[in-house]
């Protein structure tokens, strides 16, 4: 039995040992949370007007999360109460993550597609760039043939700024209308439906009367009212006008940035779902073929003229590749979009395709960056109010319960450590965050943890009190004792899981780290407690002196018990 006792201990040292080594061999630390470490936090309410159903609200929530996991963003906190939604992005320190978040979080409307109609160039004048290589989106396979793209997260490159040629609508001259790319006709005073031509380097004339006898502005209303439904949006600097939707953003089923080998170019892989495959095919199609539906704007790889499609966002356009191949999304490997992107660009264009689609349109009522000098303090106070507790634990036991106590304080702190070892362990791996509310629910553990040594110490003297020796009396005490340990932690465990179930937020983390901690003092009970006090117990000096252990029972001889005989004090006769 004692040979057992002592395995038991061993087994839990030595995972224990290992633990520790592996912990600080791979360099395994605890992620912390929003409220520790600073970061990000905002709220999402329904755009004003609207009042969409509780259902489209969770699912939204579910979406904005997938998006937020996206990030890379260790144990982002995403909480849907009611029709409101409260993102907490821990650890976001720099403003370039942080603008980054913004803009993936707050642009939560539905992702849509739209006909590139025109493109109307830099919306404000821009600083000279240098001439930059087209985008370029090509099939997966390789047996496919090539596309050409512009995204706008790119933004256009022009040769010289145009600060004194800007028109009062913003459009650059060189995209002027009638110009380049836009080819414009007047209305003709027949009723011979207006058509759609080529640019070319010189405005074209009906009936004799030359566009440029119109002003840029007046052009684009004219070629507006050509396309009912056309509207002007932006994206990265960049004007486009472009017509009604043609589909939405559940019409992929994947996007990935990827990099690619060949020319260590960052890109993004789309692909397009098998049941929608024929609609999105038909129109980037008649975009290659330059038909009404998409009419040409840019020039592709073979010199002929191609039609792009805008894929929008929150109103704004994020990106609007041109179409420079057939057949693209029946590509069964799917195709990509490639321009001048950068890791972090790429990937967000990547998110935003993927996660794009939402069923209610949100607007960020409150947005705000927690300090991380706010949770540095809040870190040191939580520390210091352990460190009290522990300490204000450890002179109790050791008053009490003497050699015992120490054991208490060793059981304790080794379960400390196997906490520990699985925070490190999940925030590494699984992206766990300690939060402040975590804290707490380890601190008020320890008590449950104490109380799992008072119970059996408790069980201990009350039978030796009987008349039997510690070391007869220890096992079939922690054997009782033990019922009452498991049912108090599996009251406490399931209160904790109850509360993670049913909470969301801060609540979650306590319950969870307060769950985590009763569980681990079952096991440090029974594999480091439990042996650790049979092993003591079979000493012949504490069962000759038991109250070394604050165990000593009252009205017992202990030299009775070593000598076998009986252990009550013999009574003084009645005079």
């Known amino acids: 039995m004692k040979k057992y006792a002592l395995g038991s201990l061993a087994i839990w040292m030595v995972v224990l040992i290992v633990g520790l080594g592996a912990t600080f061999v791979f360099d395994w630390r605890p992620v912390l949370g929003l409220d520790l470490q600073g970061g990000l936090s905002t709220t999402l309410v329904p755009k004003e007007g609207t009042h969409p159903p509780e259902e489209s609200v969770s699912e939204a929530a579910k979406i904005i999360r997938q998006r937020v996991d996206g990030l890379g963003i260790a144990e982002p906190d995403v909480v849907r109460s009611g029709k409101t939604v409260v993102v907490q992005l821990p650890g976001l320190k720099s403003r370039a993550d942080q603008e980054r978040a913004k803009g993936i979080i707050g642009t939560t409307a539905k992702l849509q597609y739209h006909q590139v109609l025109a493109d109307l160039g830099p919306a404000t004048p821009m600083p000279t760039q240098g001439s930059s290589p087209p985008a370029t989106a ?77 002003s840029i502005e007046d052009q684009l209303k004219a070629f507006m009212a050509q396309h009912p439904g056309s509207k002007i949006y932006t994206g990265e600097g960049n004007r486009y006008v472009l017509g009604p939707v043609l589909f939405d953003g559940t019409v992929l089923s994947s996007a990935d940035a990827q990099l690619n080998s060949q020319n260590s170019q960052w890109e993004v892989n789309v692909k397009v779902k098998n049941s929608r495959k024929g609609e999105v095919n038909k129109v980037f199609n008649e975009c290659f073929s330059g038909k009404d539906v998409c009419p040409p704007i840019r020039q592709g790889d073979a010199g002929s003229q191609h039609g792009a499609v805008a894929m929008v966002l929150d109103g704004a356009v ?20 490639t321009g001048n992107f950068t890791q972090k660009s790429a990937e967000s264009l990547a998110l935003q395709l993927r996660y794009g689609a939402l069923p209610v349109e949100f607007q960020p009522a409150t947005m705000e960056t927690v300090s991380a000098t706010l949770g540095s303090n809040s870190l040191n106070a939580a520390l210091v109010a352990g460190l009290i507790g522990l300490i204000l634990v450890a002179i109790y036991m050791l008053a009490f319960y003497k050699l015992l106590g120490f054991v208490a304080i060793l059981s304790l702190a080794s379960s400390t450590a196997m906490v520990w070892i699985v925070i490190c362990y999940m925030g590494a791996n699984n992206g766990l965050a300690l939060t402040l509310a975590g804290i707490t629910g380890i601190i008020v553990s320890i008590g449950i943890a104490v109380d799992s040594n008072v119970v059996f110490y408790e069980h201990l003297r009350e039978d030796m009190s009987k008349g039997r020796s510690l070391q007869e009396t220890v096992r079939p005490s922690f054997k009782t004792a033990w ?12 209160g904790a899981v109850i509360l993670y179930i049913l909470t969301v937020g801060s609540v979650r983390g306590f319950a969870f780290y307060l769950g985590l901690s009763t569980f681990v003092d079952l096991l440090a009970s029974w594999f480091f407690m439990r042996p650790l006090t049979f092993w003591l117990a079979s000493r012949k000096v504490f069962n000759r002196r038991p109250g070394l252990l604050g165990v000593k029972p009252f009205d017992v001889d202990p030299d009775a018990i070593v000598a076998g005989k009986s252990p009550n004090k013999p009574k003084e006769a009645m005079a």
């Open 138 to 214: 090509t099939p997966s396979a390789s047996s496919a043939p090539s596309a050409t793209s512009a995204p706008a997260t790119s933004g256009p490159a022009t040769s010289a700024p145009s600060d004194t040629n800007e028109n009062s609508m913003g459009i650059a001259p060189e995209r002027a209308l009638g110009v380049d790319p836009i080819a414009y006709r007047a209305p003709p005073p027949t009723t011979t439906p207006p058509t759609t031509a080529p640019a070319t380097t010189a405005p074209p004339t009906t009936a004799g009367v030359p566009t440029t006898t119109l």
């Open 318 to 337: 994020i990106s609007a590749p041109t179409v420079n191949a057939v057949d693209l999304p029946k590509n069964p490997n799917g195709f990509v979009i």
């Open 483 to 494: 019922g009452t340990i498991v049912s108090a932690d599996f009251v406490s465990i399931m």
